[in-house]
């Protein structure tokens, strides 16, 4: 009998230990358990929003995501952070012009710069949709000779040199070496939070808000399949189209031309020549802050838009099937049409997503505390 109590004390004893050991270790490595997991909205017009599986959100890890998004460390000069291009201001696009003008755009066959928002609907990235996930997408920048010239073990030493990243880092990955995976994934969870879904559009959809009489006029312009079947190719929620189509060449370029193109498109991705020409279909949200228009940033206003769709398309063997009258030029709009049209496509702009201080920098609030 009393060996079975001692051998039952031993017993409790023994779990005692382990349990305290595994609480120990859990709290060291940071286990998902002990994070706080971010809480997303649930927006009642957009479908359900995917989640990654490898990359929880969480808050910690959104705030430290934020501080890296406008951290010029990133660069190689210090000197560019990732809201250089992508401002607030203009949906995490950019400012016509402030980069670079579009004619430089066109000449040189480089490209303009995607908004970043409703990311988690997306399946591939860029306008030649060359990644497939957001982590993967915050490491082409980086090394871009374009945009920040920089290397990843460069940037490891500058970050893991910093007492600001490396707690921050701890609070989020636990006791590791700070790494660009962990980089990027920050980066990526903070721009999964990057939700526009208030825009008057929206409220009109949710029965909150009503067109004026020009405004609906011109979104059923867009509607109408003889008109202009805009949304046949475009998005105004998420931009959740998936495979091949979402992505399209729009008749910007003669068949000669298609040939000479500096810019090849999806086709440096796919290898297949009837890809040459064909540009990710971008969403129409927030396309009133968007500017310049196109992958080569060619068009510089909304007018211009409207009236290349309008009267100049240009047939080529690769032009998307969805671009209506293709053959006689597009859909030739009056006067009135294009104005009305215009109108409505400012109701995809939500204020408060530009103005959401969650998104902003995090660098000046910390200096007005």
Same mark, same amino acid.
């Given at each position: ?5 001692? +051998?039952?004390?031993?017993?409790? =004893? ?11 270790? @859990?709290?060291?490595? *940071? *286990? ?17 929003? &995917? ?10 890890? !959104? ?23 992508? +401002? ?7 400012? $016509? ?24 609907? @997306? ?7 060359? !990644? ?48 660009? !995976? ?38 059923? $312009?867009?509607? *109408? ?28 370029? =003669? ?43 060619? /068009? ?26 293709? /053959? ?20 995809? =702009? ?11 920098? &995090? ?7």
């Amino acid at each position: 009998m009393l060996l079975l109590q001692i +051998r039952k004390q031993r017993w409790v =004893t023994f779990s005692f230990i382990i349990t305290l050991i595994l609480i120990i270790y @859990s709290f060291s490595y *940071n *286990n998902d358990s002990f994070v706080e997991k971010y809480d997303f909205p649930i927006i009642k017009q957009f479908p359900k929003m &995917p989640h990654s599986k490898k990359n929880p959100v969480t808050i910690s890890g !959104v705030e430290l995501g934020r501080f890296l998004f406008y951290d010029p460390i990133l660069s190689i000069d210090s000197n560019m952070s990732c809201s250089s291009c992508h +401002r607030q201001s203009h949906a995490f696009s950019y400012e $016509l012009n402030y980069v670079i003008t579009p004619k430089e755009l066109h000449l040189n066959g480089r490209r303009s710069i995607l908004p970043l928002f409703n990311l988690a609907w @997306s399946s591939t990235y860029f306008w030649d949709g060359r !990644v497939t996930t957001i982590e993967e997408q915050v490491f082409h920048p980086v090394r871009n000779k374009n945009e920040m010239n920089s290397n990843w073990l460069l940037i490891e030493k500058r970050i893991n040199r910093s007492d600001f990243y490396k707690n921050k880092f701890k609070n989020v990955f636990g006791n590791k070496r700070i790494d660009s !995976v962990m980089i990027a994934k920050a980066i990526a969870q903070f721009e999964r939070t990057l939700l526009s879904y208030n825009s008057k559009f929206d409220k009109v959809q949710n029965n909150e808000a009503k067109f004026t009489k020009d405004e609906q006029e011109g979104y059923e $312009l867009m509607l *109408n399949k003889n008109k202009g079947n805009c949304f046949s190719c475009h998005t105004t929620g998420v931009n959740d189209l998936k495979g091949e189509k979402a992505f399209a060449n729009d008749g910007g370029n =003669t068949e000669k031309e298609l040939k000479l193109l500096p810019d090849r498109g999806r086709e440096l991705v796919t290898k297949k020549m009837t890809d040459i020409g064909k540009f990710r279909i971008p969403t129409l949200r927030n396309i009133g802050l968007t500017a310049p228009y196109m992958h080569n940033g060619i /068009h510089d206003n909304l007018e211009h838009v409207i009236n290349f769709y309008s009267d100049g398309i240009q047939v080529n063997n690769n032009i998307d099937g969805r671009i209506n009258n293709a /053959h006689a030029g597009g859909v030739h709009f009056t006067t009135i049409e294009k104005r009305k049209i215009a109108l409505f496509l400012l109701t995809l =702009t939500d204020s408060s997503f530009i103005t959401n201080k969650a998104f902003s920098n &995090p660098f000046e609030n910390e200096k007005n505390k």
